[in-house]
């Protein structure tokens, strides 16, 4: 309940009838204030008018008068500043640490957006709200995205500059372990994000003259080499892992980790192990040389690599398959590229104080065809249009942070329903 008055309180949803305190007095709000997400009163500088005379000051919210008294807020000079208590239920005055007491609002949630809340919070529907967007102003939806997209970078960028302390500023390294996580595409990227961090890139890189010691590493490490099996080349790897695993002390995953059902052949994790040991026998340091390409179509061409000969006719060891190059198809480098270089860019712009870097990972993902997934075709289906992957990269935001959290009261589609009358009947 108190979320709610929160809400209703700052985005002004109460009935726009004369508001009196409790003691008679006629009260108009000015300004809600800005929302505290810390310690003290839940809003600051907010100016109200009571029986005219303006007042700037604190607003403290509480469900009941009684919990400003359960809270010690009587007690707390932080709360002296509070010039208006907010609450849903008057049950007592309230005073400052001073004896003087503080003017109450009792607060009342209009039925209507009482209703759509619970409609939208509470309802089986994953996604209640999808009928109504097409009500909603484009403009409004768009400058949401714009939102989302940010929020998303943010995210990925926070999770890039924590490696980054871990491993000491190593960006070739930050960039191996968020690249491989990011062959794993989804179902695997916790498996192929902990083979990264088993397998320090300096040992890939110390091999990657011979391509068979590189997929020895990467398959030994991710345990795919613990089988009995008569294939020559299997054995090949198995003899060289053993080899390696003694020189640097490798100690490998169980190959449990790597989810094989219902995965299509070309993205089975076994010959997404050996894209990557071709692209580490290929490339050095690819980070510093990806960040000195010239465009899109130069990134592309350091990902454009085929795996060691074994491969073209192979999908995983267990047995052979019709011959067939198993380069790294379109949509997968444009997933690699949205997932793995944007963020990379975006971080290392911010975190070097180089703006360019993250205007040259926005205007990367402008370049990028909208993604093709379950979440971007519901979403396109109720009416938003998406144009790139900077659109698709907001919507998958907006599903993992929002609704599937239900954070419909922070999500600026739920606001519009509820500010504009867009209700359930």
């Avoid at 009792?106 to 809340?117: A, G, M, N, Y």
């Avoid at 052979?320 to 949205?338: C, D, R, V």
């Amino acid at each position: 309940m108190e979320r709610l008055l929160h809400y209703v309180w700052k985005y002004k949803l109460y009935v726009a009838t004369p508001l009196t305190t409790t003691d008679g007095r006629l009260l108009q709000v000015i300004d809600p204030g800005i929302q505290n997400t810390d310690a003290g009163p839940d809003f600051f500088n907010a100016k109200i008018k009571i029986d005219g005379t303006l007042w700037a000051g604190s607003v403290e919210i509480h469900d009941k008068a009684s919990d400003w008294l359960l809270h010690g807020h009587d007690k707390n000079r932080a709360y002296d500043t509070v010039v208006l208590h907010v609450t849903g239920l008057n049950d007592m005055e309230v005073t400052r640490t001073t004896g003087e007491l503080v003017p109450q609002l009792v607060l009342t949630v209009p039925e209507t957006v009482s209703r759509s809340i619970d409609w939208l919070l509470y309802r089986e529907a994953s996604l209640p709200c999808l009928n109504y967007i097409p009500q909603i102003d484009s403009m409004h939806i768009s400058s949401w995205l714009a939102v989302l997209l940010s929020e998303r970078l943010e995210r990925k960028t926070h999770d890039i500059l924590t490696l980054l302390e871990q491993y000491k500023d190593d960006w070739n390294e930050v960039f191996y372990i968020i690249l491989t996580r990011n062959f794993g595409f989804g179902v695997n990227n916790d498996a192929f994000e902990r083979l990264a961090k088993s397998l320090p890139l300096r040992c890939v890189q110390k091999q990657r003259g011979s391509s068979s010691q590189v997929e020895a590493m990467l398959f030994g490490q991710a345990g795919m080499l613990t089988e009995e099996n008569d294939d020559p080349y299997y054995r090949l790897l198995q003899r060289e892992y053993q080899f390696l695993a003694y020189k640097f002390s490798l100690i490998p995953l169980d190959a449990s980790v790597f989810k094989n059902l219902r995965i299509r052949p070309v993205n089975f994790p076994y010959l997404k192990v050996a894209q990557l040991a071709a692209l580490w026998v290929q490339h050095d340091t690819l980070f510093s040389s990806i960040l000195h390409a010239g465009s899109i179509g130069g990134i592309k061409e350091y990902f454009r690599i085929t795996p060691s000969d074994y491969w073209t006719t192979h999908y995983h060891f267990r047995c052979a398959s019709a011959p067939k190059p198993k380069l790294i198809g379109e949509n997968t480098l444009n997933i690699l590229l949205i997932n793995t270089v944007v963020p990379m860019f975006f971080a290392y712009g911010l975190h070097n104080k180089l703006p360019e870097y993250c205007d040259r990972a926005t205007r990367l993902l402008e370049t990028i065809p909208p993604e093709k997934n379950t979440i971007v075709s519901t979403f396109c289906n109720a009416g938003i249009s998406v144009s790139n992957a900077c659109d698709t990269q907001a919507l998958i935001q907006l599903k993992r942070e929002y609704c599937e959290k239900k954070k419909c009261l922070y999500c600026r589609i739920g606001f519009r329903m509820l500010k504009s009358g867009i209700y359930p009947v």
